[in-house]
C-alpha cells in the first residue's frame, strides 16, 4: 500500500510502499477513502512539535473510508461500514475521564498520525472501540473534515452550552469557523460571523450568519457590543493579539472558548471577571461520545463541510497550499 511519510521535519514527506498492516483481536483495517488535510499536519511536517512527535510519521487524522477487515472481538463495527478514525487513536478506557467520554483529557491516550500510522495511507489499522461509523447521509469526503476540525467545534460550543437564543461569535471563518458557524445556527443561536477578510462575508453568510463583521476594518467588539453583546465567543484563531481586542464584547456571563493553540497569553482584568462572571476556557478535538453527535447531528442538520478535493499524489502540493492560506476552507486528499 502507498503511504506518505514524514521522515523528518521541514522536508516534503516521501511516498514509501508499505505492507497492508495485519490486524488483531479486537482491531479494525481501515481502507482510506479520503483523509482531510489539517494545519496540524502542517506544523508535524514542519517540526513545530518537534519534541512531542516521533518521526517517522504517517499523518492524517480525519480519515474517512471503510471497514474491510474485522478483527475478533470487535462486534461494534461490520465489513463493509462507512468509518472514520479522529485524531483520539485510543485511551486507558478506565480513567474517570475516558468513563465520562472525554478521552482528549486522559493522560494516556495515543494520537493518529502522530502516535500511530495516520490516514496519509491506503490502509490503516485502528483499534475497533475508537473507530467510528459513519451515519448513511453522509459521503466520505466530506465527513473526513468532521473527524477533527467538525468534532472540535462541535465540541466546544457543547462545552459553551449554547442555549438557543444566545448570541454566539464565531471568530475566524476557515476549516473551523465554517463548521461553528453551520452547527451554532442548528442549536437555534444568533450567529455573528467575524474575520478579518472582507472576502469571508458572502460565505458566511450563505452558511447562515445573520450578521459579518469585518475586524480589519472595525473594532469587533465595539460592533459586537451593538448587537447587546456576545453570550459565547469561540475563536479559531490562532494569534492571541486578533483574540485580545474581542473579550470586551463579551455580555455579563458570557463566555469565550479558544481552539487555535496559541502560546501567547491573553489578558483580562479580574475586575472584568467579577463584574461580567465571564468565563474563559478552551477545547481540544472530542471523544467518542460528541464524535458521534458531530456526526449525527451533521447528518440531520445537512452540515457539510466546504472542500477541496485534491489526489493522494499532491499532498506536499496541498500541505503547502495549507501552509500558506491557499485553501479556500478545507482540504481533503483523495486516496484512490
Ligand atoms: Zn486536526
Ligand atoms: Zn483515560
Redesign the pocket.
Known sequence: MKVAVCKEPKKPLVFEEWEVPDIGDGEVLIKVHYCGVCHSDVHIADGDWADWVTYPTVPGHEVAGVAVKVGKNVTWIKEGDKVGMPWIYS?????D??VEGD?PL????EITGITKQGGYAEYMKAPGRFVTKIPDDLDLAHSAPLFCAGVTVYSALKHLNVKPGETVVVHGIGGLGHLAVQYAKAMGARVVAVSHSSEKEEISRQIGADHFIDSSKTDPAEEIKKLGGADVILTTVFRTEAIQPLLDGLAPRGRLSVVGAAQEPLHVAPFDLITKRIILTGSAVGGRKLLRETLQFSADFGIKPMIEVHPFEKVNEVLDRVRSGKVKIRAVLKMT
Open positions: 485511551s486507558c478506557e478506565v480513567c475521564y475516558c478521552e486522559c493522560p494516556n491516550h
